[in-house]
T-cell receptor, first 115, second 113 residues
Framework: DAGVIQSPRHEVTEMGQEVTLRCKPI?????LFWYRQTMMRGLELLIY????????DSGMPEDRFSAKMPNASFSTLKIQPSEPRDSAVYFC?????????????FGSGTQLSVL | AQTVTQSQPEMSVQEAETVTLSCTYD???????LFWYKQPPSRQMILVIR??????QNATENRFSVNFQKAAKSFSLKISDSQLGDAAMYFC??????????FGQGTRLTINP
């Protein structure tokens, strides 16, 4: 299996621009998670989906952030407009209900820099 | 709400020696899992070891083992025969709800050759 695939690996953009991060979960996994990692706040859960439906988006910081999962094999996290404080590593992870105990499989992350 | 605390921001160990990373947590659930994830410089989050709370026996995966003390809500990771490739950030994690994970702040482990 190819694992969780995220793109791009690095993104540099200017303040005010729209940013779209992409994720392809592991085939057969029905839960997908977006995490953000910063030095100050560590790993924070932004949103997670179960069977393509958003279950908990309480971690989404502002209305500038939105996430979609149009089908079981693709999800996007969009930031519009982006701000320098959004600079972080964004991880996508997936898991299967057939795997007990919340074992997550992570992608390699997207390093976002907003100038 | 579940909380996870890692009180050691940084640790270092001599190659081939043993090091223990600490983690304490709080949960109201009686049946749960605990995890240690490793994040090397490549950034990939990798599951190191998993412990089921209802099992009294401590989990072991090759050189990695845990000391799980349920009453004390403590879940430490022991790395034996440390290798240079063990250098990474280590995160303790606890599920909140069905599958959502709450992570500690992490411990940066340095291996001295």
């Amino acid at each position: 299996d190819a694992g969780v695939i995220q793109s791009p690996r690095h993104e540099v953009t200017e303040m005010g621009q729209e940013v779209t991060l992409r994720c392809k979960p592991i085939s057969g996994h029905n839960s997908l998670f977006w995490y953000r990692q910063t030095m100050m706040r560590g790993l924070e859960l932004l949103i997670y989906f179960n069977n393509n439906v958003p279950i908990d988006d309480s971690g989404m910081p502002e209305d500038r952030f939105s996430a979609k999962m149009p089908n079981a094999s693709f999800s996007t996290l969009k930031i519009q407009p982006s701000e320098p404080r959004d600079s972080a590593v964004y991880f996508c992870a997936s898991s299967s209900r057939r795997v007990r105990g919340g074992k997550l499989f992570f992608g390699s992350g997207t390093q976002l820099s907003v100038l | 709400a579940q909380t996870v605390t890692q009180s050691q921001p940084e640790m270092s160990v001599q190659e081939a020696e043993t090091v223990t990373l600490s983690c304490t947590y709080d949960t109201s659930e009686s049946d749960y899992y605990l995890f240690w994830y490793k994040q090397p410089p490549s950034r990939q989050m990798i599951l190191v070891i998993r412990q089921e709370a209802y099992k009294q026996q401590n989990a072991t995966e090759n050189r990695f083992s845990v000391n799980f003390q349920k009453a004390a809500k403590s879940f430490s990771l022991k790395i034996s025969d440390s290798q240079l490739g063990d250098a990474a950030m280590y995160f303790c994690a606890l599920p909140q709800g069905a599958q959502k994970l709450v992570f500690g702040q992490g411990t940066r482990l340095t291996i001295n050759p």
